[in-house]
């Protein structure tokens, strides 16, 4: 069954099997692989999804509509999602369920602060996680009726979407200046890393994020992560 079939089923009532139908999830995540994940995730619970990949593109389909769950990465090429968090946990009406999003070990402590539901950690595989994380915040009135028996499928995005993300880390890099651009850089392309299990380059994006961290030279390092970033586009492959 292809997207189109399971949306036009959409204003069903949830199963057991599309526990999410009727729900429209807004997606924050400047991760074409990370993207693709939820898109996966999404398909096989029934759920819609709309994609947005900085703050300034969320502001804006917020302004249009108002999603059932907002999904949020909390490391974005224009700021910080906990400050989308936060203006969506303070608004009125606000999201019915908001979660944020991130590969950094601080950032369930970050988004819990500023106003998030819940929490998911980077890499997202498991289909009944994603399903828990969201079916446990709904109302009442939005829970399946009976016993909802979740499956342990595990989501596998195409390596396409992977290098899409190199080809934006070769682009930033490119342009990159020692300040925020290279904080930047560094944990998004750590995220990535360690979603395809890359640790090559997530030690190097470790690295630069340390000296970066620490006021240590970044020069060597940063040519270093640029040159794994170009070795991963002529290869095609994640590793």
């Known amino acids: 069954m292809d997207d189109s079939e399971l949306f036009a089923a959409a204003h069903r009532l949830p199963t057991t099997k599309r526990p999410l ?6 997606v924050v995540e400047d991760s074409r692989y990370a993207c ?17 990949d900085c703050l300034k593109s969320a502001h804006r389909h917020l302004k249009v509509y108002r ?23 303070e608004a009125s009406p606000r999201v019915g369920v908001i979660l944020g999003i991130s590969g950094d070990e601080a950032g369930e402590a970050m988004a819990m602060a500023a106003g998030a539901d819940g929490f998911l950690a980077k890499p997202i595989t498991s289909l009944a996680a994603f399903q828990s994380a969201i079916l446990s915040r709904l109302p009442a009135e939005r829970q399946l009726s009976g016993p909802n028996e979740l499956t342990d499928e595990v989501i596998e995005p195409d390596l396409l979407a992977f290098q899409d993300d190199m080809s934006h ?11 925020q651009t290279l904080d930047y850089v560094a944990q998004f392309l750590g ?3 360690r979603s395809v299990g890359d640790s090559h380059l997530a030690g190097a994006a470790a690295e ?7 006021g240590r030279p970044v020069a060597a390092v940063a040519a270093r992560v640029a040159g794994l970033v170009q070795e991963r586009l002529k290869q095609k492959v994640a590793i």
Do not use: F, H
């Open 21 to 26: 139908l009727g729900l429209t999830i807004l």
């Open 36 to 52: 693709e994940a939820m898109r996966l995730l999404c398909l096989r619970s029934g759920a819609r999804i709309r994609r947005a």
């Open 67 to 89: 999603p059932s769950v907002v999904i949020a990465d909390l490391g974005l090429p224009d700021g910080s999602g906990a400050d989308l968090i936060q203006s969506m946990a």
């Open 169 to 179: 880390a070769a682009e930033v890099l490119n342009e990159a200046e020692e300040g």
């Open 191 to 193: 995220g990535v890393a």
């Open 208 to 214: 630069l994020a340390d000296a970066r961290n620490t």
